[in-house]
């Protein structure tokens, strides 16, 4: 996967709000049980520094790690809604947040697929907002 995040409590190291959007990959596995539910590894890389507001504190971020668990429901072939607890990890502090997105995916012969989704990661200071596109093959 290769997107984009955004974290809405960004600011600059003079207090002042600013609009960063930070480069993502990100490498997930997925085991499927039946057409309609999943377990999924999902593992994402922020490729930025930046600073999030924490009350009158700043925290910095560089080039956080952010590792979950989730279970994902299939109402439809081309949608997957998903769920989970997960750990964000950085060089300064790390959170547990949990995660929660839906992606959209076009199926194609010998098991590929390409898509996109959106998911939210929401820990206990901040959250971020993330876009990506993905290309995926199933066994």
Known sequence: MVGYAWVPQTV????ETELFVIPTVGLDYTYTFSPHFAIGLIN????????????????????KYIGAVVAIYKPHE???IYTGPGIEIDQHESFPLIKM???????????????????????ELYETISFGIFISRMW
């Open 101 to 123: 997105g839906f992606e959209f995916s076009k199926h194609f012969e010998e098991g590929w697929a390409v898509g996109t989704g959106l998911s939210i990661d929401v820990n």
């Open 78 to 80: 081309i949608l997957g």
């Open 44 to 63: 994402d890389l922020e490729l930025s520094r930046y600073l999030v507001k924490d009350g009158e504190d700043f925290l910095e971020r560089n080039n």
């Open 12 to 15: 600059k190291t003079s207090g």
